[in-house]
């Protein structure tokens, strides 16, 4: 049998191990993934960081995208259990973009359901899912915390189809709670790393099949953006075995801080 997946899809695999979703499955798709980045594995990475969160990653792929004026990008980390997208547009979509993006993909096959992720969302993306009719569970950060209290629910009779950490890991019911940043991209039951990239080109294959002319993008159109977004990750200077103790205490400190409205303006 062949097959004629009419999309161009360029892969940014970092130099990590991400190469073989090109070779393996767009280009045995029919995809077209010429202009794709950094498919050979080198364990130096000479060109940036296999890190869908990468600045530099994400600025060539969305570079690439649009000079290739492709469907999609992708970005992948490492080992391929993280992953990001880039539209048509040249948008980047990751962290709470691609939670909401995954959200209305699942939210439209199961309505309903209870979307899991990490404490480092934004309220918008709360907004975002109960728009759809989803409800959203924030738990403690760690993709693992993430995965596992997904698991719990289901256990406890509470159908949750997603569980996705800001970072681009994350799992999905139907392939298992498999940590895998591929499942994004596929909707079947795949073991393989590349579901997340998978479940995303199958939605733009329905999409353009009932004859839309929008990207995947146009499915967050209404999800609004934090004014202002930053991570800090800061170093503790101690022992490693009382890491843990001194950065509850600068938790605690920060906290009493806040409390006493040092802080003159604080949005929680």
Same mark, same amino acid.
């Given at each position: 049998?062949?097959?004629?997946?009419? &999309?161009?899809?360029?892969?940014?695999?970092?130099?990590?191990?991400?190469?073989?979703?090109?070779?393996?499955? #767009? %280009?045995?798709?029919?995809? %077209?993934?010429?202009?794709?980045?950094?498919?050979?594995?080198?364990? $130096?990475?000479?060109?940036?960081?296999?890190?869908?969160?990468?600045?530099?990653?994400?600025?060539? =792929?969305? !570079?690439?995208?649009?000079?290739?004026?492709?469907?999609?990008?992708?970005?992948?980390?490492?080992?391929?259990?993280?992953?990001?997208?880039? %539209?048509?547009?040249?948008?980047?979509?990751?962290? +709470?973009?691609?939670?909401?993006? $995954?959200?209305?993909?699942?939210?439209?096959?199961?309505?309903? *359901?209870?979307?899991? *992720?990490?404490?480092? =969302?934004?309220?918008?993306?709360?907004?975002?899912? /109960?728009?759809?009719?989803?409800?959203?569970?924030?738990?403690?950060?760690?993709?693992?915390?993430?995965?596992?209290?997904?698991?719990?629910?289901?256990? +406890?009779?509470?159908?949750?189809? &997603? $569980?996705?950490?800001?970072?681009?890991?994350?799992?999905?019911?139907?392939?298992?709670? #498999?940590? %895998?940043?591929?499942? /994004?991209?596929?909707?079947?039951?795949?073991?393989?790393?590349?579901?997340?990239?998978?479940?995303?080109?199958?939605?733009?294959?329905?999409?353009?099949?009932?004859?839309?002319?929008?990207?995947?993008?146009? &499915?967050?159109?209404?999800?609004?953006?934090?004014?202002?977004?930053?991570?800090?990750?800061?170093?503790?200077?101690?022992?490693?075995?009382? !890491?843990?103790?001194?950065? !509850?205490?600068?938790?605690?400190?920060?906290?009493?801080?806040?409390?006493?409205?040092?802080?003159?303006?604080?949005?929680?």
């Amino acid at each position: 049998m062949s097959y004629k997946l009419f &999309l161009q899809v360029v892969v940014n695999a970092g130099n990590g191990s991400g190469g073989f979703f090109t070779w393996n499955v #767009l %280009d045995k798709l029919g995809a %077209d993934t010429f202009g794709s980045l950094h498919l050979e594995p080198d364990g $130096m990475f000479p060109n940036h960081i296999p890190n869908p969160e990468d600045r530099t990653a994400m600025s060539l =792929t969305r !570079a690439a995208v649009l000079e290739q004026q492709a469907d999609l990008g992708i970005v992948f980390d490492t080992d391929v259990d993280r992953s990001g997208v880039v %539209d048509s547009t040249g948008t980047a979509i990751n962290g +709470d973009r691609l939670i909401a993006l $995954m959200a209305a993909i699942v939210l439209r096959e199961h309505p309903g *359901t209870t979307v899991v *992720t990490d404490a480092r =969302t934004s309220v918008a993306l709360t907004q975002f899912i /109960a728009a759809r009719g989803g409800h959203h569970c924030l738990y403690r950060v760690g993709y693992r915390n993430v995965i596992d209290k997904g698991i719990q629910l289901n256990r +406890d009779g509470v159908e949750t189809h &997603l $569980m996705m950490e800001t970072t681009g890991h994350g799992a999905l019911k139907e392939n298992h709670f #498999l940590d %895998d940043g591929n499942t /994004a991209l596929h909707h079947s039951s795949s073991s393989s790393s590349s579901s997340f990239a998978y479940y995303i080109i199958i939605e733009m294959v329905r999409m353009k099949l009932m004859g839309s002319s929008e990207g995947i993008g146009s &499915l967050i159109k209404e999800l609004k953006d934090p004014l202002e977004s930053v991570e800090l990750r800061m170093n503790i200077l101690t022992q490693p075995k009382h !890491a843990k103790q001194k950065g !509850a205490e600068v938790v605690d400190t920060l906290k009493q801080y806040i409390e006493v409205k040092t802080l003159l303006v604080w949005h929680g």
